[in-house]
């Protein structure tokens, strides 16, 4: 693998694997396997590009969202996983990006020539959500589009071996309003407050269980606007919490 990936100059062209899997197999295995609940799809962006943040519970999730997004979406993706030699080919072939400072470059290159770009802030996948990080801000202050939050459930039930027997499993999938944020936010409330109300968005959507670091920002969002308590997002002092290093650190002197 090179050193270094070059941002893209023209608009992704699904490969053939790319098109085998989101056209013919997610669609066969949703009917086959699963009952679809979809609320939400009034939210979804009809063109242009857009960012797509959503919490992680399965690798399953990149194919049953990007199955009711229109077009591709570019996924990035966990570099190390990017540098394996059959894992990243793979990855590459379903439009995946290294979620790195190359991947960052290509990811803004696709938005600007009208993509859409899939983020996992938890970083992992999680059965409960953990603290997004501050990169997902970096990048939609940066690519100045829409972030639309995504919450996805029950794809962590969803196995093809052995091959599911009784009834069909479910899998919850719902679509929030997007949201557009710019430096001036930057500059008032910092990059990872901005990436916690993305993924306070998300949470919302979420049944309790699965909302992890956010159950309290969700249960306190009508505290916080009455001006009651302090901010969910505080920490013990009162203070909002601005946390960023390595790669995030740079991209908040950058976004700024």
């Not at 009208?114 to 983020?119: E, L, P, R, T």
């Not at 995504?150 to 009834?167: K, N």
């Not at 993305?198 to 249960?219: E, I, K, Q």
């Not at 916080?224 to 919490?241: E, K, S, V």
Request: aromatic share 8%; proline share 8%.
């Amino acid at each position: 693998m090179p050193a270094t990936e070059p941002a893209p100059s023209e608009r992704y062209k699904p490969t053939l694997l790319y098109r085998l899997m989101e056209y013919f197999t997610v669609p066969l295995i949703l009917r086959t396997w699963v009952r679809m609940d979809v609320q939400g799809r009034e939210n979804i962006p009809g063109t242009g590009p857009c960012i797509v943040v959503s919490n992680h519970v399965d690798n399953n999730d990149t194919y049953v969202i990007g199955r009711y997004l229109p077009g591709v979406v570019h996924y990035l993706a966990r570099p190390t996983g990017m540098r394996s030699r059959f894992l990243g080919r793979f990855w590459r072939a379903m439009a995946a990006m290294p979620a790195d400072r190359d991947g960052l470059s290509q990811a803004l290159a696709y938005l600007k020539l009208g993509d859409m770009v899939g983020v996992f802030p938890d970083g992992v996948i999680t059965p409960a959500m953990l603290r997004a990080k501050a990169g997902v801000a970096a990048l939609a202050v940066r690519a100045g589009v829409p972030v639309l939050p995504v919450a996805v459930w029950g794809t962590e039930r969803v196995r093809i071996f052995p091959l599911p027997r009784g009834r069909r499993r479910s899998i919850q999938l719902r679509f929030g309003t997007p949201r557009t944020v710019n430096r001036r936010d930057v500059r008032g409330r910092g990059l990872q407050e901005i990436a916690d109300e993305f993924m306070t968005d998300v949470a919302a959507m979420l049944p309790p269980h699965y909302r992890g670091y956010y159950a309290a920002a969700v249960a306190g969002e009508s505290m916080h606007q009455t001006g009651d308590g302090p901010h969910p997002h505080a920490g013990a002092d009162g203070t909002r919490q601005r946390t960023g290093d390595g790669l995030d650190a740079d991209l908040e002197k950058e976004a700024m």
